[in-house]
């Protein structure tokens, strides 16, 4: 079936440090990428999304790009700020016309000053 | 406010009891999901709906019960609850099922079981 693998956690980072977590899946047709974060105490929020092969999803600096080639959608940012901090899951929609969403395990993101 | 809404936030019971966690969205949302969340494992599917009276199983479903009579509310219940269903439960929306469009999630319901 359908799977996402993140890179394992914590990611410890200083403040302006560039950031990636690596996703890779394995799913059967085209599905759209997610990427989703929370915060603290809150739910899920949706930080970007792919539909796409080669579509680059993009928000609050955090970029993201559908690789169909290598079955990736690794996050990346240039410069982490301590409020970044946060837990981070990749995931996807296999379009079977439910919306379900598959999710990585999560990443765990800590910037400090 | 607009949004989905989980009650209660938190909650303690013993194993064996039942117990009744809520959802409620002010969308409209035509799909609804609950999730449960656990360390190593992301949030995994435990059920779904794609309209009220329309409801199906996820990748976890052994142990709970849901309905949904009206389009706003999905309620997830635990008939006998166990230990290894401590977790933290997510209630998510979306608009649509086509897998475009994200899906809204709640705050979610951390419940201990002991």
């Known amino acids: 079936g359908d799977s996402v693998t993140q890179m394992e956690g914590p990611v410890t980072l200083s403040e302006e440090a560039f950031l990636t977590i690596n996703c890779t899946y394995t799913a059967t047709g085209y599905p759209s990428l997610f990427w989703y974060v929370q915060y603290p105490g809150e739910g899920l929020q949706l930080l970007l999304k792919?539909?796409?092969?080669?579509d680059k999803g993009s928000n609050k600096g955090f970029e993201a790009t559908y690789r169909k080639e290598t079955t990736s959608f690794h996050l990346e940012k240039g410069s982490v700020q301590v409020s970044d901090s946060a837990v981070y899951f990749c995931a996807l929609s296999d379009r079977s016309n439910t919306g379900k969403l598959i999710f990585g395990q999560g990443t765990t993101l800590q910037v400090k000053p | 406010d607009a949004g989905i809404t989980q009650s209660p936030r938190y909650k303690i019971t013993e194993t064996g009891r039942q117990v009744t966690l809520m959802c409620h969205q002010t969308w409209s949302h035509s799909y609804m999901f609950w999730y449960r969340q656990d360390l190593g494992h992301g949030l995994r599917l435990i059920y779904y709906?794609?309209?009220?009276?329309?409801?199906d199983k996820g990748e976890v479903p052994d142990g709970y019960v849901v309905s949904r009579s009206k389009t706003e509310n999905f309620p997830l219940t635990l008939e006998s609850a166990t230990r290894s269903q401590t977790s933290v439960y997510f209630c998510?929306?979306?608009?649509?099922?086509?897998?475009?469009?994200?899906?809204?999630f709640g705050d979610g319901t951390r419940l201990s079981i002991l």
């Open positions: 709906s794609a309209a009220a009276d329309i409801t």
């Open positions: 792919a539909t796409k092969a080669d």
């Open positions: 998510a929306s979306s608009e649509v099922g086509d897998g475009y469009q994200p899906q809204h």
